[in-house]
């Protein structure tokens, strides 16, 4: 038997923002390639604070709002996923 239909979209979406802060994860290591010469060590000690646009060669930026673009779309999956739960389980 099936399971209900929220509780295969809390596990769809799961697995969606799984993927994303995975994809976070590796552009966040790719940027590190990439960091201004110039930019202090304590300016990349925290993940979210260090991914400005500043801090990064002109290769790098892309890679930046890309990693903005997964970490939104992780949360917001995240948060579908909370939904879904509640209204499955």
Not at 1 to 18: K, S
Not at 67 to 76: C, H, N, P
Request: net charge positive; glycine share 6%; with cysteine.
């Amino acid at each position: 038997m099936f399971p209900p239909p929220f509780v295969l979209l809390f596990w769809v979406c799961f697995a969606a923002a799984a993927y994303y802060a995975l994809r976070m994860g590796i552009l966040d290591r790719r940027m590190q390639a990439f960091r201004q010469p110039s930019a202090s060590r304590s300016s990349f000690v925290f993940v979210p604070l260090r991914w400005q646009e500043d801090l990064y060669t002109a290769e790098g930026r892309p890679l930046v709002a890309q990693s903005w673009r997964a970490f939104r779309r992780m949360l917001g999956l995240w948060a579908l996923a909370a939904v879904f739960g509640l209204l499955g389980y």
